[in-house]
């Protein structure tokens, strides 16, 4: 079955960088896009960024532009999130996201802290 498991997040200083990771299995990777969203305290899950099946194609919401990389490894199955020059409002769970078909599937999600 489809699974998707975040890692690397954690607490970070305003102005400090992460990068989370997604192992992903039980589907055809590299034929599908992925997303990385984010639930802040007491906010809904929000989308951040997309990358196409290929990585050609890439989007972000306007919060994170240039602060924030995805990328993907097909050959690996993994979908990444660089997240540079955090700020104390990036602090959420970070959610990796497939959408295959009809159906949207997620990992268990990550905890980002941005905090002095």
């Known amino acids: 079955q489809v699974q998707l498991v975040e890692s690397g997040g954690g607490l970070v200083q305003p102005g400090g960088s992460l990068r989370l990771s997604c192992a992903a299995s039980g589907f055809a990777f590299s034929m599908y896009g992925m997303s990385w969203y984010r639930q802040g305290p007491g906010k809904e899950r929000d989308w951040v960024a997309r990358?196409?099946?290929?990585?050609?194609?890439?989007s972000y919401v306007e919060s994170v532009q240039g602060r924030f990389t995805i990328s993907r490894d097909n050959a690996k199955n993994m979908v990444y999130l660089q997240m540079y020059s955090l700020k104390p409002e990036d602090t959420a769970v970070y959610y990796c996201?497939?959408?295959?078909?009809?159906?949207?599937?997620w990992g268990q999600g990550t905890q980002v802290t941005v905090s002095s």
């Open positions: 990358i196409s099946s290929g990585g050609g194609l890439i």
């Open positions: 996201n497939a959408k295959i078909g009809p159906s949207d599937y």
